[in-house]
């Protein structure tokens, strides 16, 4: 006995989300037929929408549902320092931190030769030509993650800005705030040493 | 900072999923703007068709794209034979142990005073409708959750059904097979003494 197919195509829908097994698209395709009409006409019409209506801001690469997006067209942000990100995720992460108003650059994943990517893969070309056009900006932040990728993405990415002397920073590494120094792996406490602050 | 309107939708609609909460949301909804064009569209078309091309067969209850569902329709299912299940799903496990080769009843639901659930919302009208019309059938196998709803509900169809002088017999209860007796509740023990057979 199969499932009527219309089930089924939904049950292989869900299926491709990442995390998703049979059992558990299984489940979500037979609540989806109890849900109201309108509820799984909105998510339906939300899932074309999302691909349709969201692409990379040709300035900074954060995803908008505008021309360009509303960080890169506000001009009352700080134009003199570009924050580089891996993802909008981690950009809407300082966004919500709220201390930084000065403008993002996104790459959209980092350097992994093992998989493939190179730099024409992300948005390092482009970060280099927005330098190049632009003589406001004094500082580029590489703001990405302490992977081993992040890590070389960074400083790749800092071997091409320097001669054009800008100042690259790259964020402070050591203790998260409120975790156990004996719970530290260590080379987070050697970099929480490395850069010790005076009291 | 807020996510561009329609990632916000999308997020808000996988919300809406049970055991999806909003970072699990989030997470989807990136997943799903890095989704192929093609798969995103199947996803939003799925939902659209198991909402609109699904309905209840209108014999016995179960979901079917068809008129009436494959089982109905198969002359060559035991015709004298009803099982009656709660759930389209209760149904596909019996089907795909394969041995039964009678004909179903979905009620969608067990009686359920405390929710509000009480005999005309489920299908139990059409059940003795089908009864009545039909004088082939001889046995009226009652295949229940052993809940307390699931009990008291398969109490009430079998009082319904006896005047009619039609076999009705519920599922065996006792130690699951693979299972180990120190592990078994006391009700599931009893019943498994109560229903001990000769060997």
């Known amino acids: 006995m199969q499932y009527p197919l219309p089930i089924a195509h939904l049950i292989d829908a869900y299926m491709r989300l990442p995390g ?27 899932l ?12 900074c690469g954060n995803i908008t549902e505008k021309e360009v997006c509303d960080i890169c067209s506000n001009p009352n942000r700080d134009q003199t320092t570009i924050m580089v990100v891996e993802q909008p995720k981690d950009l809407m992460a300082f966004e919500e931190m709220g201390e930084y108003d000065g403008l993002y650059h996104v790459l959209h994943g980092v350097l992994s030769p093992m998989d493939g ?4 893969e992300i948005n390092i070309k482009s970060l280099i030509t927005r330098l190049q056009k632009n003589d406001d900006v004094k500082e580029v932040i590489l703001a990405l993650n302490s992977t081993p990728e992040g890590e070389s993405t960074a400083m790749y990415i800092s071997k091409l800005i320097k001669p054009a002397e ?3 920073t790259r964020l402070a590494a050591g203790l998260s705030v409120g975790s156990d120094i004996e719970y530290a792996n260590s080379i987070t406490l050697k970099r929480a040493v490395q850069g010790r602050t005076a009291l």
Chains 1, 2 share one sequence.
């Open 117 to 120: 990517i190179g730099p024409e």
């Open 20 to 46: 998703v097994g049979e059992k558990t698209a299984t489940r979500l395709a037979f609540y989806t037929m109890d849900m109201p009409e309108k509820d799984v006409e909105d998510f339906s019409k939300a």
């Open 166 to 168: 800008i100042k690259v």
């Open 48 to 59: 074309i929408q999302v691909k349709n209506d969201i692409h990379q801001c040709p300035i």
